[in-house]
């Protein structure tokens, strides 16, 4: 939503009723993510995609048709015959759109969400896309993790469901879809809300102020992280050698990821990249580090330093649990030299890590080649919902 949320706010504050249809669940190898979106403005103007080509058309008609007749669809989008003339992903995958007519009416607090992801604050709109009575179709709960909520999905305890689904899945990053009963019961169905969770940019923190991190703290940017860079050497650690960071802090690394963690700045979408080099640097560091639950914890080494670093973690009283989270010597094995290419080596396994890939070449493997984002999803979310339950 965020690439077209500036045309849609436009036209919304204009007073116009715009067609979107929203991915709001994939199975297979769909082309695009849940919360991908397609506006279908006053003039007929086209903004954003569903499928990158695959059946924008048949969501561009479907648009116009729920802007005229004022009713909200829930569509699946499946595999498409080659003799079919209806619109289908040739591609295998399926989707399920829902589409909506957007106005002042239909999602009054647009504006509201619009500030909080302009000025970087979590916030996530849950959309009722199925229910038994179709005039609940379309109600929105805004959420926000602070507790605060606005509007309503038609009843207390979905809202109070929705609410908490909606919170865990902000500390995510992640959309997705949940299923309930028809009064909110988490073990029923018949009701689907979408939940779109707009969350600040993870966190990439590279530490060690080296050639390798500037490549790395490039990458990271180019992936969407926020991404600080973090030594306690101020003559390394400048703006000019890391133009591509949003922030070079001087620091003790150890001292500075343990102030952020205790400030509610680390999360599990965080990743980690120890490229110190050092043991007075990456011990302490490393000891920090593997007590959090964040997405990924890589230090850079040979295969020497590897062991000799974990003989260390051992007898600082790192547990062997804790040592399996992390991935030494870092990255994936492309053959990498240069910064750069190592830099696409860390990121290749950051992603793997994160989707659950594998590196192998997709010509020598069958299968979807999208993972299961979902249990991807419910996994991460288990263990944050752990680690808060264990701190409490």
Known sequence: M????DDLLAWWRAGHTVGMGTVVATFESAPRLPGASLIVGPDGEAVGSVSGGCVEGAVYELAQSVVENDAPVLERYGVSSETAFSAGLTCGGILDVFVEPINRETFPDLDSVARDVDEGRPVAVATV?????????????IVRPEGESTGTLGGAVLDDAVGDDAVGLLGLGHN???TYGPHGERLGDGVKVFVWAFAPAPRMLVFGAIDFAAAVASIGSFLGYHVTVCDARPVFATRARFPSADQVIVDWPHRYLHSEAEAGRIDGRSVLCVLTHDPKFDGPLLETALTLPVGYIGAMGSRRTHEDRLGRLREAGVSEEQLRRLSSPIGLDLGARTPEETAISIAAEIIAHRWGGTGTPLGSTNGPIHHDMWAKTTGALTSVLNHIESST
């Open 2 to 5: 965020r690439e077209i949320l």
């Open 129 to 141: 896309i199925e229910h038994p009575d179709p005039e609940r179709l379309g109600a929105r709960l």
């Open 176 to 178: 997705g879809t949940f």
